[in-house]
Nanobody, 116 residues
Framework: QVQLVESGGGLVQPGGSLKLSCAVS????????MGWYRQAPGKQRELVAT???????NYAIFVEGRFTISRDNAKNTVALQMSSLQPEDTAVYYC??????????WGQGTQVTVSS
């Protein structure tokens, strides 16, 4: 069973930065891909960024170069470095993993609030 635990969320001012981390209970070499999604109040969960086993990354258009997804295979963690945060980035951010047999796993989420 793959378990994901997010951390790093919090309250930041517009223009600020946060780094989210996702701790994974298995060697991330075993996973097909990982990603970050977010869900704002009243909206559907949406993709933010993904990274494959081979290191291929994909970002939502709204990221606009502000976020970077990365992984640390030795630590079994996946991070999302966010900068130039704006109020519209306020959401619960979820870590996601897909294994090689297409099972999907989710963390509990971490709240990111961008406000003056």
């Amino acid at each position: 069973q793959v378990q994901l635990v997010e951390s790093g969320g919090g309250l930041v001012q517009p223009g600020g930065s946060l780094k989210l981390s996702c701790a994974v209970s298995v060697n991330i070499f075993r996973l097909n891909s990982m990603g970050w999604y977010r869900q704002a109040p009243g909206k559907q969960r949406e993709l933010v960024a993904t990274i494959s086993r081979g290191g291929i990354t994909n970002y939502a258009i709204f990221v606009e170069g502000r976020f970077t997804i990365s992984r640390d295979n030795a630590k079994n963690t996946v991070a999302l470095q966010m900068s130039s945060l704006q109020p519209e980035d306020t959401a619960v951010y979820y870590c996601n993993a897909q294994d090689v047999v297409r099972s999907t796993y989710w963390g509990q989420g971490t709240q990111v609030t961008v406000s003056s």
